[in-house]
């Protein structure tokens, strides 16, 4: 995929930046609905963020905002289903959301209520039942929720699929820097410049280069890949500690969180820091993975470790997305701040972005994403 013409020769409706996840989901709603879209990327498709994801497609509430986010998502997902290619692997393996005590039981209780109160297919587990769905587990562990409608996805396959269309209209720039934006003007490395009706800045981390006043924090994550053992897990499975890692603010964090590959390979994580932009995989996080992996999963030790790898997740203060009309500038749209989400939430945001462009309803509300949240949280501080 490299490029094709040269984009200022041509007009858009919509110029894209950034080839992950989320900006191949936004360019795929877009061009479904016919537009003309240019997607300007200076590295490769799914090369930033979205190439060290795990790929989980999960329902997380932190939020009433962020379980409508994620719900919509999954549901756009499997609406993909026939279409996606086989190197996309997506299943519905479902999560198991492990409780280790009956204090963590009570929380799947709850979430158990939740869910189901929004449709979520999902059932509590006792421990035998437990046992029984993932026999390699550590017994006795309290229960478990298990939600079905969660899956796994091949995250960079998935950007590949989604970006097919712009491909094959030769509307795809790769090894292309955006610059700047001036109006609704980009501005390129090469000095070229080119004009759309709309500009997304689906820039990942790298958003607030080009859109200054919005507030994201790299947090870097590392994951564990193994050899392929067939049959080893069946779920992806998350201890429910897991959730008091991603809300932990301040602390380095690890949780159990494994996943079974389509191939057999098991990913193995997860962690999560601040103010740690080093790219290198840093070995005391890895051991803390390993053991804790071990602690819920004992066999994990036997399994041979491939690759360790690093990224980066795009934070906001308030863990909800950017999703809508820049503050500073009303012809770019922000499609960023994904955190561990952008995976699983990058469908309902191509959706939410193309409803905005198309200026027409979308399912669910948008305002709990619009950037101007933070413009509005920080006048009143
Ligand atoms: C360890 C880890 C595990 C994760 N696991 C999951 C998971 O299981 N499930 C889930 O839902 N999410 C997960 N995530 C989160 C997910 O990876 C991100 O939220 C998602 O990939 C964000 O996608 P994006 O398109 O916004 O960003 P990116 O994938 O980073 O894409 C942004 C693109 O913009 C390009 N770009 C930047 N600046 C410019 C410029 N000036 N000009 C041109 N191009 C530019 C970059 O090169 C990049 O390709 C995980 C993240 C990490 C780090």
Not at 292 to 301: D, I, K, L, S
Request: with cysteine; charged share 20%.
């Amino acid at each position: 995929m490299g490029n094709l013409v040269n984009p200022s020769e041509s007009t858009y409706d919509v110029v894209v930046i950034g080839a992950g996840i989320v900006g191949a989901a936004c360019a795929h709603f877009l061009m479904k609905e016919g537009l003309r879209i240019a997607v300007l990327e200076r590295g490769v498709v799914g090369g930033g963020a979205t190439a060290a994801a795990m790929g989980h497609l999960v329902a997380m509430d932190d939020s009433p905002a962020q379980l409508a986010l994620t719900k919509l998502s999954l549901q756009l997902w499997k609406e993909l289903e026939e279409q996606l290619p086989a190197s996309a692997e997506y299943r519905q393996t479902g999560t198991l959301w492990i409780a280790s005590n009956d204090e963590e039981m009570a929380e799947v209780r709850r979430k158990h209520e939740l869910y189901r109160s929004a449709g979520l297919a999902c059932e509590v587990l006792d421990s035998t039942a437990l046992g029984e769905a993932e026999p390699r587990l550590r017994r006795p562990l309290a229960g478990a929720l298990r939600v079905l409608g969660d899956g796994v996805i091949y995250p960079r396959a998935a950007a590949q699929f989604l970006l097919r269309g712009v491909v094959e209209r030769g509307a795809l720039f790769t090894d292309c820097n955006v610059v700047s934006i001036e109006g609704s003007t980009v501005l390129l490395g090469d000095r070229t410049r080119v004009s759309a009706g709309h500009i997304v800045n689906d820039a990942g981390c790298a958003a607030p280069d080009l859109t200054a006043g919005i507030v994201i924090r790299n947090r870097k994550g590392h994951l564990i890949i193994t050899d392929r053992y067939p049959g080893f897990l069946r779920h992806q499975v998350v201890e429910l500690g897991y959730l008091k890692s991603a809300h932990s603010v301040t602390a380095d964090s690890v949780a159990f969180n494994l996943q079974p590959r389509a191939a057999g390979q098991i990913l193995i994580g997860s962690s999560r820091q601040y103010e740690d932009d080093d790219t290198a995989v840093n070995h005391d996080i890895v051991r803390r993975i390993m053991e804790r992996a071990c602690e819920f999963m004992p066999e994990v030790a036997t399994l041979s470790v491939l690759r360790m790898w690093t990224g980066f997740r795009a934070a906001t203060p308030d863990k909800l997305p950017l999703v809508g009309p820049s503050p500073e500038n009303s012809k770019v749209l922000l499609a960023t701040g994904h955190e561990g989400l952008g995976i699983t939430a990058s469908m309902a945001t191509g959706r939410l972005i193309t409803d905005m462009i198309l200026e027409r309803e979308s399912p669910i509300s948008r305002e709990p994403y619009l950037p101007s949240r933070m413009t509005r949280e920080a006048t009143h501080v």
